[in-house]
């Protein structure tokens, strides 16, 4: 499996209004979307930077996984996405080098992305996405 290019960045924000704010008015980006993802339980924005974008993750239930998250390790970078072809067959692929994974099938995601997540255990502590349009 190879990656195109990293799709985004997820970072865990405990004020989805304040941290836009900070994005818009410190780094210069304008916030294009906000979603809210019911079976996640977040509230996400986001913003492009070149071909890359940054996705604001506010939890909307603190037993939600960005709630647990910030509970545990504070608002920060949650995790990297890497923009895939086949998110599934990437997720297939993985599987069978010995990765452990979350999510065993891929689900959908923000943006009508197909996603799905490798365990941070088997990734060096980094929780990692990966994504595709199919
Ligand atoms: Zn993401």
Known sequence: ???????HIGIAVANLEESI????KVLGLSCYAIEEVKDQRVKTA??????????LLESTDPEGPIGKFIEKKGPGIHHIAFAMANATEALKEAEAQGVQLIDKQSRAGAEGLKIGFLHPKSTGGVLTELCSKE
């Open 21 to 24: 704010a900070y994005y818009e």
């Open 46 to 55: 986001f913003f492009w930077v070149g071909q890359t974008k940054i996705e």
């Open 1 to 7: 499996m190879k990656p195109t290019h990293i799709e």
